[in-house]
Nanobody, 124 residues
Framework: VQLQAFGGGLVQAGASLRLSCVASGRTFNRQTVAWFRHTPGKDREFVAALRWNGYTYYSDSVKGRFTISRDNAKTTVYLQMDSLRPEDTAVYYC???????????????????WGQGTQVTVSS
C-alpha cells in the first residue's frame, strides 16, 4: 500500500482544513487508517484512527474538533479539522495497517504503511 497525503496549508486560528490521504492497493477497505502529527522537538503524536469496521479513535487534544473518515470507493481517508488552534501546527502523516490490534492503535511504530507528511500551520 502506498499513501499520499495532501491538503495542508496556512490558516488562522478558528479556521478549518481537510486533509486527504489517497491509498493505492486493493485491500484498502480492510486497513486500519490513522493520522499522526509531528512538531520539531516533540515526539510523534497520535491524532485519530479509523478501523475497518468503522470505529473511530481520537486523541483528547482533538476530540470534538477533528473527524476522521474514509471513502473506500476512492481509497481515500480524510481528516476534517475544525476550530484549529496554533498548537495544531505540525506535519501531519497518514498511516495504515492491515492487522494492527486495538491496544496498539495509538502507537505509530505498529503501522506498516506511511505517507509523506503535509504541513499544517495555524497562526494566532
Amino acid at each position: 500500500v502506498q499513501l499520499q497525503a495532501f491538503g495542508g496549508g496556512l490558516v488562522q486560528a478558528g479556521a478549518s482544513l481537510r486533509l486527504s490521504c489517497v491509498a493505492s492497493g486493493r485491500t484498502f477497505n480492510r486497513q486500519t487508517v490513522a493520522w499522526f502529527r509531528h512538531t520539531p522537538g516533540k515526539d510523534r503524536e497520535f491524532v485519530a484512527a479509523l478501523r475497518w469496521n468503522g470505529y473511530t479513535y481520537y486523541s483528547d487534544s482533538v476530540k470534538g474538533r477533528f473527524t476522521i473518515s474514509r471513502d473506500n470507493a476512492k481509497t481515500t481517508v480524510y481528516l476534517q479539522m475544525d476550530s484549529l488552534r496554533p498548537e495544531d501546527t505540525a506535519v501531519y502523516y497518514c498511516a495504515a495497517d492491515p492487522s494492527i490490534i486495538l491496544s496498539s492503535i495509538r502507537e505509530g511504530r505498529y503501522y506498516e504503511y506511511w505517507g509523506q507528511g503535509t504541513q499544517v500551520t495555524v497562526s494566532s
